[in-house]
């Protein structure tokens, strides 16, 4: 036997071993350790090298199943008709290329007005329910395709899953299939119990769903918070269903069975793919998980015309998102000094694709996390990136941890300027104790967020340029203003026009608002809103440095910390002069009338607490937040069971979840203006 073949066949035994703890782990225990993409990545090696050497496939390697054989204690159903599974893809292209192999198959229909069903591929498992007169007689899960493992008992528990159909025409004998899951809420108040009672939390809706079929007691299963959508027929007799499956989806609704309003029917590949973009951009806001678009050949004669391929129909495929979740190595954990001096760990990772971009940084917050997670430098991590949210280290891998791997340790010194760090009381942060003049990564972060977008939204003054102005020009937000063009221009990479144009941009950001100014000043904990509310409620700075703590916590969205954090801040004499020195350098703002910010009862908004979130493309926030209070409204940072209204700008996130979850009343830009214009 040759080298190289020895060399895989050890590779094939090890890679094996490896699947087959995480089948036991995944279909047995309920309790991944790695994410699916993880798992994925080491069956296709194993494919791959048993397709070069095809000697070494066995019966027994898992290249050879697909799902798992039942669990001892449930007993076993052999499908009527096997339950296949989903051919991928990944990319628009392997779409199009799905879409035009069904048009060569098909020949004389026309691709471009072929009809397909695309509906949400739910993350969670699916079964087969066997209706015997309209009566559910068995529930099954997929198993290994062919047999299944009979959870009647805990299916019959799932309120969404009818126990007898009503309607006309129903077949003597009925399997419908679809998808048991766990929605995002549930999940989260399930976890947050576990949690609480010591129990051990799911590590995401699918195996919540899976873990609680698979209960041997049914009154466990009735406790866990699942729900069901249909998404097939399989075997029919002494019946007939109409000739489409959108239409059968329909009919199946009809007699009471629960299906996804988001089925439609849709049209050649660019119909395919817009439905894809479409659904991607609602996702997070959808109540339950998805990880992906199936599109099915509508019309079953053209269905039957296309047929399998082994466990696969040719006329259907998932479109799959990409990836949330990605297994990689932590380089090195470095400490990053933010605005506020707080000194926080930020993991070096290999770059890595998750969530449809490349991630190399994420942050760990603070020392307590850093702990609570162990994350160590050297360790495999599973990193996650949903939606548009910021990666982060979900954990470490265990298993896969080098000899050696040590945790690191909270720095007693600043690493920018060396002056000590502490943590003050249980605070979880660290600070470097330097303050801005002293730190120079203090005073970039500070200068950063006094020229940002909205602060003083000095157009220009990029980081590279603020990195190099901190290092000896501008120690204070008010050198900014003492700067010239010809000062600038002999910086390097600074052209005279450039120069001119960020002195200009600093010269224009003279002319402000008092909640921008007040939020440049980086008071902590004093966001947009805050800022917003502070000078709505004071009118101007001087009462604001006139405002005890009382009437500071008077101020919607101020409460005892935030108080604190304004009274020292102005407390400051270094402060007191900064702020002197701006407004002596020419910074104005309009007056504010503060009568505007009484309640009116007559208003839209009157009594009502309303959160922004997301991005407004017409209106400012600060400009929304302000019309809001003038029309009697509340405006609050953070949805609660008190908000009675979200405003949902573009890409809004866990906010606009958070409100769908407690069922508030939720309203686009478009609807905010109009009664803007109507009030
Ligand atoms: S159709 C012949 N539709 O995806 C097609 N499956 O990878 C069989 N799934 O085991 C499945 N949502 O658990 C279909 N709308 C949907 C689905 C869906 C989720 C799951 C299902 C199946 C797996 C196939």
Redesign the pocket.
Known sequence: MSDEFEIARTKAAALTKEINAHNHRYYVLDDPTVPDGEYDRLLVALQAIETQFPELVSPTSPTQRVGAAPAAGFPVVTHALP????GNAFSDEELERFVVRIGERLGAVEIKDLVFSA????D???VSMMYVDGMLERAAT?GDGVHGEDITHNVRTIRSVPLTLTGADIPDRLEVRG?IFMPKAGFIAYNERAEATGEKPFVNPRNAAAGSLRQLDPALTARRPLDMYC??AGLVEGGTLPTTHTDTLAKLASWGLKT?PEVRPVTGAEGCIEYYQALEQRRAGLPYEIDGV?F?VDAFDLQETLGNVSRA?RW?I?RKFPAEEAVTVVRAIEWQVGRTGAVTPVARLEPVFVGGVTVSNATLHNIDELQRKDIRPGDSVTIRRAGDVIPEIVGSILERRPSGAEPVALPSVCPVCGSPVERIGDESVARCIGGPLVCTAQRVEGLKHFSSRKAMDIEGLGSKLIEQLAQDRVSSPADLYRLTAEELAQLDRMAEKSAKNVIAAIDKSKQTTLPRFLFALGIRDVGETTAESLAMHFGSIEALLAADEAALIDVEDVGPVVAKRVLSFFGNPDMQVLIRELRALGIVWPEIDTTADESDHDHFFSGKTVVLTGTLSTLNRTEASARIKRLGGKVTSSVTSKTDLLVAGEKAGSKLQKAQNLEIEVIDEETLIRIFDES
């Open positions: 339950m296949l599974s989903l509906e949400p591929k739910l969670g498992a699916a997929r998808e998404y097939a996804n199936v099915k129909p259907a998932a």
